[in-house]
């Protein structure tokens, strides 16, 4: 689950794209294990009627995160590229897997009963184990999931990235550590936005 190292930086692991039609360099099986350095950005998703829906909060922007890949998505296509792994951020298509690891909860006790987007409020995130509870309530902390009025709330931002070393923290946490990954840059951990460059 994803966690804050910095005020600008957190970790975590996320799914990729099983098949990418816009990024060449995510293609499903061959990054798992990888790290990736994303920045988010002020770009916005537009509806056809040109109503604003979603993007980065004004509060998350240039803030950075590192993230693994443990899995990948074949669900998952278009410009997609990255499924963060938050919990209670929707269990999607596959909602087994909590219960089976938590046999005394119910299946909506994991998402609120919201498979796809999951728990809108942050209380929401107290029916989840308590082991997973920091991990929901991150959601609504430092990504500012739905948390700010009108366009500036995070919902399905955009994002730059990068591969990079795979930091201490979360190889402690996977136990993966890939052949080829000292030759990518190492993360500077310092706390500090990176400058987004539209």
């Known amino acids: 689950m994803p966690f804050k190292v910095t005020e600008s930086l957190s970790m975590g692991f996320a799914a990729v794209a099983g098949k990418s039609t816009v990024f060449k360099s995510l293609n499903g099986d061959m990054n798992c294990g990888q790290c990736f350095e994303i920045v988010f950005t002020d770009r916005w998703h537009v509806d056809k009627k040109g109503n604003f829906w979603g993007g980065s909060s004004q509060k998350i922007l240039g ?10 998505g074949t669900d998952v296509i278009g410009n997609h590229s990255f499924d963060l792994l938050i919990p209670g951020a929707g269990q999607g298509i596959f909602a087994e897997g909590c219960t089976n690891q ?57 994002i730059k990235f990068r591969r990079v070393q795979c930091p201490k923290q979360l190889k402690d946490i996977s136990g993966v550590q890939l052949a080829d990954d000292d030759q990518f840059p190492e993360v500077n951990q310092d706390d500090g936005r990176a400058e987004i460059i539209s």
Request: proline fraction near 4%; glycine fraction near 8%.
């Open 63 to 72: 803030k950075r995160m590192v993230i693994q890949v443990s899995n990948f």
């Open 102 to 158: 938590f046999p005394s909860k119910k299946k909506d006790d994991f998402d609120c009963g919201k498979r796809h987007g999951g728990c809108k409020t942050e209380a929401g995130c107290d029916d989840l184990p308590k082991e997973l509870q920091a991990g929901c309530k991150w959601r609504f902390s430092w990504y500012r999931w739905l948390k700010d009025n009108g366009n500036s709330q995070s919902n399905n931002p955009y």
